[in-house]
């Protein structure tokens, strides 16, 4: 059974860096990826990284400023955030693809987390 448990969400002012965590067990083999959603607007795939760790894909609007990681040993996934902009406000969720290969686009995955929430003051 996949279980996924974000942390590490919190308030920051712009310009400045979170990092989030994703505690998984059980999704050894599978794509992980983050993913955001705000009030009133659709889920967005923001980050997504093969089961290996070798292949990452990113959604245009974090490209140079988030990097996804993830430490199979610790079974821990990562996103790393610099440069955040109010913009990125949001609930953030970590998710599991039960392939190998991977998507950002959210129908694709099938375990979720419960979220942690990512504020970002101007």
């Known amino acids: 059974q996949v279980q996924l448990v974000e942390s590490g969400g919190g308030s920051v002012q712009a310009g400045g860096s979170l990092r989030l965590s994703c505690a998984a067990s059980?999704?050894?083999?599978?794509?992980m990826g983050w993913f955001r959603q705000a009030p009133g607007k659709e889920r967005e795939g923001v980050a997504a990284?093969?089961?290996?760790?070798?292949?990452?894909y990113y959604t245009d609007s974090v490209k140079g400023r988030f990097t996804i990681s993830r430490d199979n040993a610790k079974k821990t996934l990562y996103l790393e955030m610099n440069n955040l902009k109010p913009e990125d406000t949001s609930m953030y969720y970590c998710?599991?693809?039960?392939?190998?290969?991977?998507?950002?686009?959210?129908?694709?995955?099938?375990?979720w987390g419960q979220g942690t929430q990512v504020t970002v003051s101007s």
């Open positions: 059980g999704a050894s083999g599978y794509c």
């Open positions: 998710a599991a693809r039960a392939r190998t290969y991977c998507s950002l686009s959210h129908a694709d995955y099938n375990y």
């Open positions: 990284i093969s089961a290996a760790g070798t292949f990452t």
